[in-house]
């Protein structure tokens, strides 16, 4: 059974830093390479949005507009894992945080990872 576990949340003061990781696990022959990797996000009464996503080799990258600038996607395919680094973090970024993986008809949410802003 494969699982997708997220990692790294936390409480941080506004214009702090975090570094979420989502990784595989529940098969060794599971890998991510092959997998559309998206990061999203739902804070409290509102919706799950989408925050950032990369394709499967790294060389297609999206950015929701409330993130740019701010937030940067990677992957290490080697690892099996891919990160979302957030800096300049304001308030209004708090909200769990999930990761996707998705290929042709599947996909994989992970339990999502609490990320809190605060002074």
């Known amino acids: 059974q494969v699982q997708l576990v997220e990692s790294g949340g936390g409480l941080v003061q506004p214009g702090g830093s975090l570094r979420l990781s989502c990784a595989a696990s529940?098969?060794?022959?599971?890998?991510?390479?092959?997998?559309?990797i998206g990061w999203f996000r739902q804070a409290p009464g509102k919706e799950r949005e989408g925050v950032s996503c990369i394709n499967n080799t790294g060389g297609s990258i999206n950015y929701a507009d409330s993130v740019k600038g701010r937030f940067t996607i990677s992957r290490d395919n080697a690892k099996n894992t891919v990160y979302l680094q957030m800096t300049s973090l304001k308030p209004e970024d708090t909200a769990v945080y999930y990761c996707k993986a998705t290929r042709l008809w599947v996909e994989y949410w992970g339990q999502g990872t609490q990320v809190t802003v605060s002074s």
């Open positions: 529940g098969s060794s022959d599971f890998t991510l390479d092959y997998y559309f």
